[in-house]
């Protein structure tokens, strides 16, 4: 074989290791989301998002809860049998207010459990689908978020409290708009989180929970943690099982293209004193 062979085998395989590799965790995707439904006897559906990062031009993608998400959601759903519980595996920071509510109302009209599981994060419209809910199951450190909407770059709440502050006659007509604008869209989002919430709590207790999570009580990345949520009321467990979190691990951030940066370690347990566990080749064992 000539070194020009060579040189052209070693271009062919990095073009084609990246397929693979995409392959390779589809496969063990498949393999362990059926292992968690044979031990759960449920349905399991996952809405991850990870920042894209674009090979060629290198630049973020953000990923969000839209129109699609909630197509497929819906699609799982009503290929469940209604006595089959759903466990819905969440890692968003958030989206479309439309999509949410689309998936939160299926998930609420779902006979049988749904369990959502939040092993890192589901802020925003991710919380607002947890909401619905029979169980939220989250780790120690995970955490929720409030759903006050956003219009562009401004919480709705805030612009309503720029009209409170400020006379009317200095306030231009755009920010006129965007707070009349913003006053229903807090309504709307709030009767939609109490409707979802009633299904556990009593009418008072979730129109109260739905105003602090919709009114702009805090800042809209303002982390709820389980022990937040448990004290609103929600019905919340931080009984995270590991394979949920073994599943998270194979949807992992894209690699940037840029170096530096990041965080590095073994990707082995660690228990007690011992030392992570080497194979005959003196590389760590990898679970």
């Not at 947890?130 to 805030?158: R, T, W």
């Not at 009984?239 to 949807?251: A, G, R, S």
Request: proline share 6%.
């Amino acid at each position: 074989m000539s070194t020009g062979d060579i040189v052209w085998m070693f271009f062919i395989f990095s073009a084609l290791q990246p397929m693979l590799r995409r392959q390779f965790l589809e496969v063990l995707r498949v393999r362990k989301i059926s292992q968690i439904e044979r031990e759960r006897q449920s349905r399991v559906i996952l809405l991850v998002h990870r920042q894209e990062t674009m090979r060629f031009l290198g630049f973020p993608l953000a990923r969000y809860i839209d129109i699609n998400d909630s197509e497929d959601v819906m699609r799982a759903i009503q290929m469940t049998d209604a006595d089959v519980p759903i466990d819905l595996v969440l890692h968003t920071p958030g989206g479309l207010v439309l999509a949410a509510l689309q998936i939160a109302k299926a998930v609420r009209e779902h006979k049988a459990k749904v369990t959502v599981f939040v092993p890192h994060h589901a802020m925003s419209g991710g919380t607002l689908i947890a909401l619905a809910a029979d169980e939220i199951v989250m780790s120690k450190h995970s955490m929720l978020g409030p759903i006050d909407p956003q219009l562009g770059d401004s919480p709705a709440a805030s612009l309503i409290k720029v009209l409170a502050d400020k006379p009317i006659a200095k306030v231009d007509d755009r920010t006129l708009i965007m707070a009349d604008v913003g006053r229903k869209a807090i309504t709307q989002v709030k009767q939609a989180a109490c409707e979802l919430l009633t299904r556990r709590l009593s009418a008072e207790k979730a129109g109260a929970v739905a105003d602090t999570l919709t009114s702009g009580t805090w800042t809209h990345d303002y982390p709820i943690w389980a022990s937040v949520a448990t004290s609103l009321g929600l019905p919340v467990s931080t009984d995270m099982p590991h394979n949920v979190l073994k599943l998270l691990k194979l949807y992992p951030q894209p690699v940037r293209m840029q170096s530096g940066g990041g965080v590095e370690y073994l990707p082995v347990e660690r228990r007690g004193s011992e030392g992570p566990k080497m194979d005959a080749f003196g590389w760590p064992r990898v679970p």
